[in-house]
């Protein structure tokens, strides 16, 4: 079991909807949680993290967190087309980050 | 306030060499993660440094290796590379612990190519 896994993708939207991205982790222990947006040949960029149960916005986005079902996830609303990229969820714990495999996001005009 | 730099952006080396990859984390951060990122396995945590400190390694033969200096620059050396390193490297830095609740700030990678 993988320790942190994301929905699959591609996830394709019209510009103006709502994506949603989901992310569940194993570590029951873990202590922080956090997205990354990744531009094609480009390095990872922080867009929002969250410590507590409950939602956290920040602009147009919105990350939820649920440990007790070991789950959290990020919506962006009205996306544009600059949204388009690979958003990876990350869990701290242990002194380190475990990455899910990321999920790509097109946002279509 | 400058960003994490790293250096070089882009590396060749043949099997068998070996290479140093170099750091410097934003002013203020103790903190100094590498990772690799390859299409097939995503980001994978190499290891994680901290006041001269490793404080946590991945799951990566022994070839891989690092450290930290006095002042947070880091560095990451692999030996006797394999075409299977290919791969972007990054490194992050935090102000403290990474995977506790500090925010980690990705530098732009060194692309290694093996041949």
């Known amino acids: 079991q993988k320790e942190v896994e994301q929905n699959s993708g591609p996830l394709s939207v019209p510009e103006g909807a709502i994506a949603s991205l989901n992310c569940t982790y194993s570590d029951r222990g873990s202590q922080s949680f956090f997205w990354y947006r990744q531009y094609s040949g480009k390095s990872p960029e922080l867009i929002m993290f969250?410590?507590?149960?409950g939602d956290k916005e920040d602009g147009r986005f919105t990350a939820q967190l649920n440990k007790a079902s070991q789950y959290v996830s990020l919506l962006i609303r009205d996306s544009q087309p600059s949204d388009s990229a690979t958003y990876l969820c990350a869990v701290g714990s242990d002194y380190k980050l475990s990455f899910g495999a990321g999920t790509t996001v097109t946002v279509r005009a | 306030k400058a960003g994490v730099t790293q250096t070089p952006r882009y590396l060749i080396k043949t099997r068998g060499q070996q290479v140093t990859l170099s750091c410097s984390p934003i002013?203020?951060?103790?903190?100094v993660s590498w990772y690799q990122q390859t299409p097939g396995q995503g980001l994978q945590f190499l290891f994680e440094?901290?006041?001269?400190?490793?404080?946590n390694k991945g799951n990566f033969p022994g070839r891989f290796s690092g450290r930290q200096f006095s002042n947070s620059r880091s560095e990451m050396n692999v030996s006797t590379l394999e075409l299977g390193d290919s791969a972007l490297y990054l490194c992050a830095s935090s102000l403290g612990h990474s995977g506790e609740y500090n925010e980690q700030f990705f530098g732009p990678g060194t692309r290694l190519t093996v041949l």
């Open positions: 969250i410590y507590s149960n």
């Open positions: 440094y901290f006041s001269e400190t490793q404080r």
């Open positions: 002013s203020g951060h103790r903190s």
